[in-house]
């Protein structure tokens, strides 16, 4: 079974930084589109940012863009999510996900629903907390 662990979540102050790793064990992600999902308690999940396999990047909320980087490091098979100036709203589950095909995938992410989208394999991890408090 396909499966990609998160890491780095954390309790940090407003105004802080984290680090949020993707990496997975069992296969690699060289060919995968990785996203980065986070859902807060009581909301729908929101699509953060994507990476596709040639390490184009997309940003989706505007609240995050200029914040949030993504970026993959193929020889440690891992994607990660740069967060910075990190405020309470960002607190939230955050979930990453490779997908195939990988240079599309980013693409339908910001859009996607409760479901796969319809031609894209996806695997999912468990999530890491990230909490922003005083």
């Known amino acids: 079974q396909l499966r990609v662990e998160e890491s780095g979540g954390d309790l940090v102050q407003p105004g802080g930084s984290l680090r949020l790793s993707c990496t997975a064990s069992?296969?690699?992600?060289?060919?995968?589109?990785v996203g980065w999902f986070r859902q807060a308690t009581g909301m729908e999940r929101e699509g953060v940012s994507c990476i596709t396999s040639d390490a184009q990047q997309s940003t989706y909320p505007e609240s995050a863009k200029g914040r949030f980087t993504i970026s993959r490091d193929n020889a440690k098979n891992a994607v990660y999510l740069q967060m910075n100036d990190l405020k309470p709203e960002d607190t939230a589950t955050y979930y990453c996900?490779?997908?195939?095909?990988?240079?599309?995938?980013?693409?339908?992410?910001?859009?996607?629903?409760?479901?796969?989208?319809?031609?894209?394999?996806?695997?999912w991890g468990e999530g890491t907390r990230v909490t922003v408090s005083s």
């Open positions: 996900v490779a997908a195939l095909p990988g240079q599309t995938y980013c693409s339908v992410a910001a859009t996607r629903g409760l479901t796969t989208p319809i031609g894209y394999l996806e695997s």
């Open positions: 069992t296969f690699s992600l060289e060919h995968y589109a």
